[in-house]
C-alpha cells in the first residue's frame, strides 16, 4: 500500500518570501503521478501543480514549482513570493493506476500554511 | 459551466436517518470517486465506480451505500447515520488514462449528525 507522509502540520511565511512544504512518500510502484493540491476555507480542492514520475525535470508553474527525487522519495512544494491567498491546507497526493480504468488517490495528512503580512 | 457539481451543499440530520448526497459531472469522464474528510481535514477514498462499475470499495461500513445510475452521476446513500458520520464529503471524477491524469473535486458537502 502507498502511503504519503508530511511531517509539517503548520507553517507561517511572510509575504513575499519563499516557502518549501515537504512530502515523502512510500511505494513499490514504478509508474506513478505526484500532486499537490490546495484547499483554501471555502473548502474546495484546487489542483496546484502535477509532476509524473516518469520525468526527470521539474515540474514548474508560476509561483509554484517542485522538488522531485524518485529515488528518496520526496516530492517537496516551493512557493516563491508568497501572497496573502496562498494561505490554505496544502496537500500532497500519490496516484497510481488502476487496471482497467481510473485512478486511487492517496493523500497525506496536511500542511496548514498561513502567508503572513 | 463544466464542473462537478454536489447537492446539497450543506445536510444536518438527527442520528438514525436516512440520507443522499447526489454528486453530477458535465466533464464527460469515465470515472467517479467519493471521498471523506474528517474533522482533522484527513481526506480517504471511500468508493470509486469506472463506468458504472464499482472499481474501489475501501474498508467503509455497510451503511454507505454509493449508487451510479449512469456515468455522470454518482450519489451515496447512508443508512442509520450515528454520530462519526459527520465529515466533510467530496465526489471526484477524472478523464480516462491520459497524459494528463488528474482528479477533478466537487465543493463537498458537509454533513453533520445531531
Known amino acids: 500500500a502507498q502511503t504519503v507522509t508530511q511531517s509539517q502540520p503548520e507553517m507561517s511565511v511572510q509575504e513575499a518570501e519563499t516557502v518549501t512544504l515537504s512530502c515523502t512518500y512510500d511505494?513499490?510502484?514504478?509508474?506513478?503521478?505526484l500532486f499537490w493540491y490546495k484547499q483554501p476555507p471555502s473548502r474546495q480542492m484546487i489542483l496546484v501543480i502535477r509532476q509524473e514520475a516518469y520525468k526527470q525535470q521539474n515540474a514548474t508553474e508560476n509561483r509554484f514549482s517542485v522538488n522531485f527525487q524518485k529515488a528518496a522519495k520526496s516530492f517537496s512544494l516551493k512557493i516563491s513570493d508568497s501572497q496573502l491567498g496562498d494561505t490554505a491546507m496544502y496537500f500532497c497526493a500519490f496516484m497510481r493506476m488502476l487496471a482497467g480504468g481510473g485512478n486511487k488517490l492517496t493523500f497525506g495528512t496536511g500542511t496548514q500554511l498561513k502567508v503572513e503580512l | 459551466d463544466t464542473a462537478v457539481s454536489q447537492t446539497p451543499k450543506y445536510l444536518v440530520t438527527q442520528m438514525g436517518n436516512d440520507k443522499s448526497i447526489k454528486c453530477e459531472q458535465n466533464l464527460g469522464h469515465d470515472t467517479m470517486y467519493w471521498y471523506k474528510q474528517d474533522s482533522k481535514k484527513f481526506l480517504k477514498i471511500m468508493f470509486s465506480y469506472n463506468n458504472k462499475e464499482l472499481i474501489i470499495n475501501e474498508t467503509v461500513p455497510n451503511r454507505f451505500s454509493p449508487k451510479s445510475p449512469d456515468k455522470a452521476h454518482l450519489n451515496l446513500h447512508i443508512n442509520s447515520l450515528e454520530l462519526g458520520d459527520s465529515a466533510v464529503y467530496f465526489c471526484a471524477s477524472s478523464p480516462p488514462v491520459s497524459r494528463y491524469n488528474e482528479q477533478f473535486f466537487g465543493p463537498g458537502t458537509r454533513l453533520t449528525v445531531l
Open positions: 511505494t513499490s510502484e514504478s509508474n506513478y503521478y
